[in-house]
């Protein structure tokens, strides 16, 4: 059976969204297992079948990559007497996307719709996608749109009340492509890992100006660069951090932003700056560093070229993107910056800088001692308990974000019982570091996820974490602790950890795989004791930290996020892009009507006309392309065409445009009857009569 890039289900007719969402994948040049037929990358489920296809692992949905599910309220209740019943529907509904969404191990990404202007529920629509987006707060393998945003085009080009008539199409092509846009997007960021640090230069990107130059007086800060300020607030609220990288005077930077206490950023908001006039590929490692997180972790915005073009050089890790020189464009170009969307976050996210803060404070301390008299004045607090409820988003993040410290690689947790890690010190919170996954076999207790933040490495919480799992197993009678090992490229800091174990290794499942077994005693007994490695390791404070491996996808990407972001930014701008991927064979004597109906099908259809001979059903058409089609002659021409008419094997290019001018033609005569029947019925007798005799004479 072959699998699918993108399986889509709906309560409409939504086929006219696959055009728009292959385009995207394309676009995104998406690695999909599609058994070879491109067909394959996006498959719909039945008409209005969402729930069957939902619970069905042998659906569209169930063979996916992603999964697409879009409703609109009044397919599912009765209008205004089914307010009722929208409750009821959306818990179904939820129940049903996180059966599906746990079966297949994929995301779902589910857009509640709008409603009909002619028979649809503003109310219901409004409740039904209240009660869904609070449903799936958080997820991270669900994830709800109540709107098209940013790419919602105006009130007037989103329903075609035509083509919903004639065969349930309910939106323009417009809103399709605006539709497929949103929900590409949101799948993006749902499987794409996000960047942890946004850097950014100053001059001409934070304000219009060079602070040297005009002074810190002198450069402009207006509302477009304002917005900007506005969606780096957005960011460092959601957890990324944010770093300055300028080549200016410090203090005049810093100048600045005293100036201005307006802005929505401080630089208490400001985890660290490399402000000087060292290379900023430099700089950049040097951030990375005093962070300890990799280069692959930074998003860099500039709006010089040049030094665009040295990072990449220098730093080719590291996701570097020019942001158009006009404000209100570098505005745009942030809205439209889909590396910089966030879909679940945790407050343990809303507490990165200042964790980073303190990580500094303590960096500064630990550098006037020994690492060993360091960690014991660091009055250091690690609590471990089963998780809950409420620790789940920060378990799935924790799973899906730790490299370094992650014994197993394990991305997904299958274990009997999870327990978390809170970590503290005299320097504040960290929050949830840590996590563990067991489950009971014979006389072992086996821990298949055994993974600690890269922020609490080297304090020996990865020793009371092992110390733990030995308490526990032998309060239970059991003999043995396993952990399960996996090498990655990242996951070095785990194997040194094991490999300073009183551990007997069994492999299983290839070399790259094994269970690293202790007697329960000695698992309960172990103690983290600094030493000379260790010391050489940490070495001077803001020194520690990866320089970040080389991601050639991250590399190369800069040019694709660039593209949507300056250039597919709209619906009307899709659709120009997708109609150039299809191009028109231009034929010698055709008509203007006739090279407008080649365009339309060119762009409907499977095979794209080179004649006007050409028939719509001999090109691949069908039913719901002849009605996407009328649609758009209807949109185009002001013209209605008959079923009769097309129904036909003569259903030729020639022959549609001889149909279109004749029922041109028709509605201008009847409108020019209408006329003179309206400027008549104006008349008195006498001006009637007056009329006639000057005819008559």
Known sequence: MNKIGVGVAATFTAEPLGDALRFW?????????????????????????????????????????????????????????GLDEVEAVATDLAAALR??????????????????????????????????????????????????EPYEPAPEAVHDAFADRTGNVPYTDRYFAALAAAAVRRLHAMTTPRPKVVAVDCDGTLWDGVVGEDGPDGVVIGPERMEMWR????????????????????????EVFARHPELPVGLDDVAAMRVGWE??????????????????????????????????????????????????????????????????????????????????????????????????TLDLRVTITPAGPEHEARAAQLAERTNQFNLSGARRLDGDEKFVVDLSDRFGDYGVVGLTDVRTEGDTLRAGAFLLSCRALGRGVEHRMLAHLGALARERGLARVALAFRATERNQPARDFLAA????VEPYDGEEAAWYVLDAADAAAVVHTPGPAEERAAGPAGTTGPAGSVDAAASAGWAAVERIATRLTGA?????????????????????????????????????????????????????????????????????????????TSFTVAEVAKAIEERQLADADDEELAGLLDELAGLSDEEIDALLDSGNG
């Open 25 to 81: 994948l394309a676009e995104l040049d998406a690695q999909l297992d599609a058994g070879g037929d491109a067909e394959e990358a996006v498959a719909f489920a039945p008409y209005d079948q969402v729930f069957p296809s939902l619970l069905d692992s042998g659906s569209v949905l169930g063979r996916a990559g992603a999964a697409v599910v879009l409703v609109r309220a009044e397919d599912m209740v009765a209008g205004q007497d």
């Open 99 to 148: 059966t599906s969404a746990r079966a297949s191990g994929t995301p779902h990404v589910l857009v509640v719709c709008p409603p009909s202007p002619e028979h649809g529920s503003p109310e219901a629509h409004a409740r039904l996608a209240s009660k869904l987006a609070r449903a799936f707060e958080g997820d991270r393998a669900v994830s709800v749109l109540t709107s098209a």
């Open 231 to 254: 969606e780096l607030a957005r960011q460092v609220a959601a957890g990324r951090l944010l770093c300055l990288c300028s080549k200016n005077e410090e203090k005049d930077v810093r």
């Open 279 to 376: 290379a900023k590929s430099q700089a950049l490692r040097s951030l990375a560093a005093e962070l300890d997180l990799g280069l692959d972790s930074f998003v860099f915005l500039d709006d010089s070229p040049v030094e665009c073009a040295e990072v990449r050089a220098g730093c080719p890790e590291v996701l570097t993107l020019r942001l158009p020189a006009d404000a209100a464009e570098a505005a745009a170009f942030l809205r439209h910056c889909w590396p910089l969307d966030l879909v679940a976050v945790t407050e343990a996210d809303r507490e990165r800088t200042r964790r980073y803060q303190e990580e500094r404070q303590r960096e500064q301390a630990r550098g006037e001692m020994s690492l060993a008299d360091f960690f014991a």
């Open 501 to 504: 174990l009183p551990a007997t």
């Open 572 to 648: 009307d701008a899709i659709l120009d892009a997708m109609r150039a991927a299809r191009p028109v064979t231009e034929v010698a004597g055709a008509s203007p009507v006739e090279a407008t109906v080649m365009r339309m099908w060119a762009e409907l259809l499977d095979v794209a006309p080179t004649s006007v001979s050409d028939g719509f059903f001999q090109l691949g058409g069908h039913s719901l392309r002849l009605v996407q089609f009328m649609a758009r002659v209807r949109a185009e021409f002001g013209v209605e065409l008959p079923f009769d008419t097309l129904y036909t």
